[in-house]
């Protein structure tokens, strides 16, 4: 029992040192984190479009502390996660920030808190590929 909990602790510390750490890191599960949160409140740099005909644009780029804020303009919800698919993680500014962005909503992610490339896509719709793309923070 007591060398479970060691082994958790352990990975919950090497993930709270992972999401600290800006640019490029591999995490215990061999997801890569690209970029790291930067919290919340940060200046929009980029706005996406929803629409049943795809993700609007579908590559931006932002700057370090900015964000990127979703408009669902589809009939139907969308949940835009960073790559890879099932296990996302990459990114954790999406992953913080989003959840399901219903009909008619806006969600904004965190601030992006490091350099690099985060791919999204739709976990609702993952082989939509008018529902991947990429957000570039430099």
Known sequence: MATRRTAVLTALG???FLSACGGNSTGPSGVTVIVRDGGTGGPVGATITITSAGANPRNVTVS???TVTFVNNDTRSHEMA????PQHGS???MEAGLGTIGP???KTT??????GVC???DHLDENNASLR???TVQ
């Open 14 to 16: 090497l993930l709270g």
């Open 64 to 66: 370090v502390g900015q």
């Open 82 to 85: 960073s790559d890879p698919h």
């Open 91 to 93: 990114c954790p500014s």
């Open 104 to 106: 008619g909503q806006t």
């Open 110 to 115: 965190h601030n992006f808190g490091g350099t």
């Open 119 to 121: 791919g999204f896509h």
């Open 133 to 135: 793309g990429s957000i």
